[in-house]
């Protein structure tokens, strides 16, 4: 039944049920799915936040726990830890290998403010940025950790490169390697707050806050630089972030829900945290929401619009197409289809018109074609004629020339005559490499007769090509243009020597002259001395019949020019398989 409707009726169809219908049901199946996978999008990148977060400061603390570890079993350390101070010699080699290598760490970390080290001896060393503060409280917990790494929280101390910064410390107490609770120094690394929470937190675009409090409840790291190293203003959040067992919870304060994410950071008494106000996650999705309705209420109408553009532009004219083909079937050769487009339906209607014309041109005039393709064969025939009258000729000349003794006479003549007996070859464009050889002999002998002894030339070919397969008359153009343009003026013997040989399975032939040659980077094809010698058409001819692999080059040259050309071997089956693919 489909099939019997119209094209109008057809393409509305498949409008209302492929587009229309399909985007309405989808639009709305999007529209309630978004608010679900919204609100869990929402958590998962919360969870993401913090977890790529968490993964930050645990690679800052390892690598600084790790830093403190290392003093512990290297031997530079040890000495300078254990040292008298009265062994100058051997403490300034120790700083000397120390130096090097906290030199190494401050470039690689811009987060690591000063190192402090403390031997047993009173032996100090100060790294980087030089401070002080009230830290006195850092070596006792340190102490109490008996050798393991203390971390503090944020604290103010005074810088002498910039003033008051805000810092965290990692203490340690190191041990003798050999006793482990027997201490032989101690250590300090100062972090810069601020850079720890630029590395740490790599977008603080994201929607919420991410923070991190200690046990106490004080900040540690904060967006918000002036609660750093203070109690966390909000002490129901700092109780569910310490007591709570969930790592998720909700908070509500104000009209306001939040959700709170957190997690306690291994090693430390601290908690990462991201806390986002719920209302701004759903006013986004409100927003969301209210775009998907645009999106359907604009599908709706571009699909309308594109409705009626499509009828108008696409229907109408094949409907139109179709009614005038139904009265030129009827013999009415006055159809003729509006065009309002270049599209392909103009172009299809643009074809029709000049069919029509062309139908009642045809109707018109197929007489005089039968006329014309009868003198069109009469023409064909005489140029057939014209050739073999003038060979005949020049036959009837030479052995006139024969009977009156002018021998000289007679052999230009048969020379000439066994030239024009190549040009007509019975039509065809293959000779064999003898053949070729034999014609361009002839051709240079007329030309010797004519120049003198400023015309010398020699011809070898190697007999194992003799019967190749070749385009006749290719070496012609090349041989006349060095007697024409290469010996023009030249004040000595125009030389050329012309070389026939096999190279793997290819045919190679050298003409070589010693005449004016070519200048240093010329293209010898496009070069104004060949115009007139149709060597672009022996070039197109080598690369149509044999392909992009054979032609011909021009090498290098003490003088003259040696030109170089490609071919195959052919033999008669090659070239009938040739002949048959060009149409010859």
């Not at 810092?167 to 201490?183: A, D, F, G, M, Y």
């Not at 197409?321 to 487009?341: M, N, P």
Request: glycine share 6%; with cysteine; charged share 25%.
């Amino acid at each position: 039944m489909f099939r019997h409707l119209s094209l109008k009726k057809k393409f509305a169809t498949i409008f209302l049920l492929l587009i229309t219908l399909p985007t309405i049901l989808f639009g709305v199946l999007i529209y309630y799915q978004a608010t679900e996978a919204f609100k869990n999008q929402a958590e998962q990148n919360i969870s993401s936040r913090l977890e790529k977060n968490e993964e930050n400061l645990a690679s800052i603390i390892s690598g600084i726990e790790n830093m403190s570890s290392y003093m512990i079993y290297d031997k530079n350390f040890r000495t300078f830890f254990t040292t008298p101070k009265e062994n100058v010699q051997q403490i300034r080699e120790a700083e000397e290998a120390i130096r090097g290598y906290f030199t190494f760490q401050l470039m690689s970390y811009d987060y690591i403010d000063s190192i402090e080290l403390t031997g047993k001896n009173d032996n100090s060393l100060i790294f980087g940025n030089p401070m002080s503060g009230d830290e006195t409280h850092l070596k006792k917990e340190a102490i109490n950790k008996k050798g393991a790494p203390h971390w503090s929280g944020t604290y103010q101390v005074i810088s002498e490169w910039s003033g008051e910064r805000s810092v965290i410390s990692l203490t340690r107490v190191i041990n003798e390697i050999t006793k482990i609770s027997q201490p032989i120094g101690f250590i300090k690394i100062r972090l810069n707050e601020s850079k720890i929470y630029q590395t740490v937190e790599v977008n603080p675009s994201q929607q919420g806050d991410y923070f991190i409090i200690s046990k106490t409840g004080d900040v540690v790291l904060h967006n918000d630089r002036s609660l750093v190293g203070k109690p966390f203003p909000n002490s129901d959040v700092v109780d569910l972030v310490t007591n709570s067992e969930a790592n998720t919870v909700t908070y509500e304060a104000d009209d306001n829900t939040f959700l709170i994410v957190k997690k306690k950071v291994e090693g430390t008494n601290w908690f990462s945290v991201v806390m986002v106000n719920q209302d701004e996650v759903v006013e986004n999705l409100y927003n969301v929401r209210t775009l998907i309705v645009n999106m359907i209420i604009i599908l709706a109408l571009l699909g309308v619009i594109a409705f009626i553009g499509f009828y108008r532009w696409h229907i109408k004219p094949i409907v139109e197409l179709t009614e005038q083909t139904r009265q030129l079937e009827k013999g009415d050769f006055t159809a003729k289809v509006k065009i309002k487009s270049a599209d392909e339906i103009g172009k299809l209607g643009i074809r029709f018109n000049k069919m029509v014309v062309t139908i009642q041109k045809y109707i018109d005039i197929e007489y005089k074609l039968k006329i014309k393709q009868k003198e069109s064969e009469l023409k064909v025939l005489q140029n057939q004629i014209d050739p073999h009258f003038l060979y005949n000729t020049l036959d009837m000349i030479r052995w006139t020339a024969r009977i009156e003794n002018a021998l000289d006479t007679g052999q230009l003549i048969e020379r000439l005559s066994k030239i024009f007996r190549m040009n007509l070859n019975m039509g065809k464009m293959w000779v064999t490499l003898e053949e070729e050889v034999i014609y361009i002999y002839n051709y240079l002998e007329l030309q010797r007769s004519r120049m003198g002894e400023r015309l010398k030339f020699t011809i070898y070919y190697d007999d194992q090509v003799k019967q190749a397969y070749m385009i006749k008359q290719i070496l012609q153009p090349l041989v006349e243009n060095s007697i024409l343009h290469g010996f023009k003026d030249l004040k000595k013997q125009g030389v050329i020597n012309i070389r026939c040989y096999k190279v793997d399975q290819q045919l190679w032939i050298d003409i070589i002259d010693n005449g004016w040659g070519f200048s240093s980077g010329t293209n010898f094809i496009d070069d104004e001395r060949l115009a007139g010698y149709a060597l672009n058409n022996l070039k197109d001819r080598i690369s149509i019949a044999f392909g992009e692999d054979f032609g011909m080059e021009k090498l290098e040259s003490d003088q003259g020019t040696w030109i170089r050309l490609k071919l195959p071997i052919l033999n008669e089956t090659d070239i009938k398989s040739i002949s048959e693919e060009l149409g010859d």
